[in-house]
């Protein structure tokens, strides 16, 4: 990155890597020139959600903190927006373009495209050669079908994590629910869980289908209920109210290590399937030891599009996640308010509140560092 790119200053937002409440503001590398074959990204919006503190919960084991470099012992969170090209050297990409993708929370970004195409590109940096394809593509919005610039908030909100509904949704009706007669989801009131359990509600009527639980905290229960697509909800202290004979699935998007040994525990052999999705309550992960059960499994959602880009082709991919990311936008901009946020101070404060778990379910927040 440039420390001076269009007359403004470059600036990252970087965290401890060991310490996610430690964070600050540094101005980027000194400015050079801007090499062949790259180009130049004004970051203009970014979407924070709990999903992006799960990629700092999982920084090192998953490999986040490898998409964009920072001093040692710091990390550059990834975050999903919309950016604009500022100076190219690269025949395919022009100045102005606009491309959405996975961006650092900075001001800009330097990016190296390779497999050009009218649909976009991916960046071709040496550093992310070892890393999924899928964060590496920057659809370019003038040419995308299903980018609409009015819904350009909820695009950076939802669809990152409801791709990731989607396909856990697909994972556990591709293995036939393990058997499960319920499918029980922690952080319910979270927008993946919220996304997960709206695509296993389409799937039939209650009763034709497995029965969908959401946990969550007793102050969001009237909420996470508004939602429609719970057949159950319950508070997290009240897992007992469960007859511990249910067979179960436990998708985990708390990555409470107490939780989980609860539900392992309360369940047995009647829990089915056990996978961890997120990390919203992130102080709590762990492992919890042996448990009695299904071996807890991380849900790894890139290995999912992968079967089923090979199953169904990826055209048919693409057009099964388009229809139930159209319903399910519908659905959702029913509840939810966008929040927006501009300059480093404002992007520091949300990032606090997130992390602190302290944002509200009914609404999602779209930053700037740009004042």
């Known amino acids: 990155m440039s420390g001076s790119a269009g007359g403004t200053k470059a600036l990252d937002f970087i965290v401890r890597r060991d310490d996610l409440h430690s964070c600050k503001l540094v101005a980027a590398p000194a400015a050079q020139e801007l090499p062949p074959g790259q180009v130049l990204m004004r970051i203009d919006k970014f979407a924070l959600t709990s999903n992006n503190v799960t990629y700092a919960a999982f920084g090192e084991a998953m490999s986040y903190w490898n998409f964009f470099p920072a001093p040692e012992g710091w990390g550059r969170i990834p975050v999903w927006g919309f950016g604009d090209v500022i100076a190219s050297r690269h025949e395919a990409v022009k100045p102005g373009e606009r491309f ?13 495209p390779e497999r050009a195409s009218d649909a976009g590109f991916s960046d071709g940096a040496a550093h992310r ?44 009706a591709d293995n036939g629910f393990f058997g499960a007669r319920a499918v029980l989801l922690s952080s319910a009131s979270s927008k993946t869980a919220y996304g997960t359990a709206f695509q296993l509600a389409r799937r039939g009527k209650a009763g034709e289908r497995c029965e969908v639980i959401g946990l969550t905290s007793s102050g969001n229960i009237a909420f996470v209920e508004r939602l429609g697509c719970y057949d159950r909800v319950i508070a997290y202290d009240q897992i007992d109210s469960l007859p511990a004979e249910l067979a179960l699935v436990y998708v985990d998007m708390a990555g409470d290590a107490a939780l989980r040994a609860a539900l392992h525990h309360r369940f047995g052999d009647s829990m089915k399937y056990s996978c961890s999705v997120g990390g919203t309550h992130w102080d709590a992960l762990g492992s919890a030891g042996r448990l009695p059960g299904p071996r807890p499994t991380l849900f790894f959602a890139p290995a999912q599009i992968k079967k089923r880009a ?27 308010q966008v929040i927006h946020g501009r300059g480093p101070a404002a992007v520091e404060r949300v990032y606090l509140e997130v992390l602190a778990g302290r944002a509200r379910p009914d609404e999602g927040q779209v930053l700037s560092l740009f004042d």
Request: proline share 5%; hydrophobic share 45%.
């Open 129 to 172: 050669k070892a890393l999924h394809q899928v964060y590496n593509q920057y659809l370019r919005t003038a040419t995308d079908p299903g980018y609409d610039a009015s819904r350009e908030d909820e695009q950076m909100l939802l669809k990152p994590l409801f791709v990731t509904s989607f396909l856990i949704d697909d994972f556990l």
């Open 100 to 112: 959405y993708g996975y961006f650092p929370m900075s001001t800009h970004v330097v990016l190296q």
């Open 310 to 336: 090979q199953d169904w082709g990826p055209a048919e991919l693409q057009r099964r996640l388009a229809e139930a990311w159209l319903a399910f936008l519908g659905a959702a901009g029913a509840w939810m």
